[in-house]
């Protein structure tokens, strides 16, 4: 493989490929910002990408198992080995979109730690978020570039521990929402519809991450593990268990966390009382 030439001065000129959410929220950014991809194909289309122009960078904005299958396909293209491409699959090694030693001239991984909707998606949606990068030298460089126009903060991935940031990321979007679902169905047992429930628990949701804009989680954590009042967390565990042993679990696993962000703060038999009524 070969970097290649140095970049073409001025905006890369972008392919995207895909139509699901992580390209259908990239295109209507990267237009405002002059970044137009000059083509955007999707292997579910009539026609193959032969006719495709060549350009910069190919964004692969497609499903993990679906990369090798668009990279092959791309590459019988004529100036494909003249071209970086970028994949957006946290969770992938960087050069899962290679074909070959030649082609592309270099490969990576721009990964957008954070939750994209798909069409309609705020316009500020992507400011100040993070882009996970890896890959050839030449691939990172202009996922720099990128992240920089987008308005997002560049991160370099260690390859080892790529997947710890992959998991950081599904905990506080994928598990995020998994968390509000549960939270939704708390309330649905007190005879709250799911609409009003979403309405009382998103503003407290965005009240929790605000706190934490300024002060770490042990200084804003808040709730009755971190006041040391064992009698208001018994009663919580009695009242899921009989609503869903599920949801127990949940409250469980996330209150030993909370226990050990608090435990300066309590009392030694507190922590101890707690410690043995949260025990799996």
């Known amino acids: ?50 006719g495709l122009p060549t350009v910069d960078v190919v964004l692969l904005a497609v499903p993990d198992a679906a990369i090798p299958g668009a990279a092959r396909a791309l590459s019988k293209r004529p100036g494909a080995a003249t071209e970086i491409w970028l994949h957006l699959a946290g969770s992938q090694p960087p ?32 400011d100040g978020a993070t882009a996970g990068l890896a890959g050839d030298p030449a691939a990172v460089a202009v996922g720099r570039r990128l992240a920089d126009a987008l308005g997002m903060r560049p991160l370099v991935l260690n390859p080892a521990t790529q997947p710890l940031y992959h998991a950081a990321g599904v905990t506080m979007a994928g598990h995020l929402t998994a968390l509000l679902a549960q939270a939704t169905a708390m ?27 300024d002060a770490s989680p042990n200084e804003a954590i808040t709730g009755p593990i971190t006041r040391g009042d064992v009698a208001t967390v018994r009663g919580h565990l009695a009242s899921l268990e009989a609503l869903d042993p599920n949801l127990s679990l949940t409250y469980r696993a996330l209150a ?20 043995e009524l949260l025990r799996p």
């Open 95 to 126: 050069d899962l979109g290679r074909v070959d030693l030649e082609t592309p001239r270099a490969a990576g991984l721009f990964h957008p730690l954070a939750a994209l909707p798909g069409p309609g998606a705020p316009a500020d949606l992507l």
């Open 1 to 50: 493989m070969s970097d290649g030439p140095a970049p073409r001065p001025g905006p890369p000129r972008l392919g995207l490929v895909g139509r699901g959410r992580a390209a259908t929220t990239l295109a209507p950014r990267l237009s405002r910002l002059g970044l137009a991809p000059q083509w955007w194909w999707s292997r579910g289309e009539p026609g193959g990408p032969d």
């Open 187 to 213: 309330l649905a047992g007190c005879g709250l519809s799911p609409q009003d429930a979403r309405r009382a628990l998103g503003p407290l949701a965005l009240g929790a991450l605000k706190n934490l804009e």
């Open 256 to 275: 030993r966390t909370a226990l050990e962000l608090s435990r300066a703060k309590l009392a030694p038999a507190d922590v101890d009382a707690l410690a």
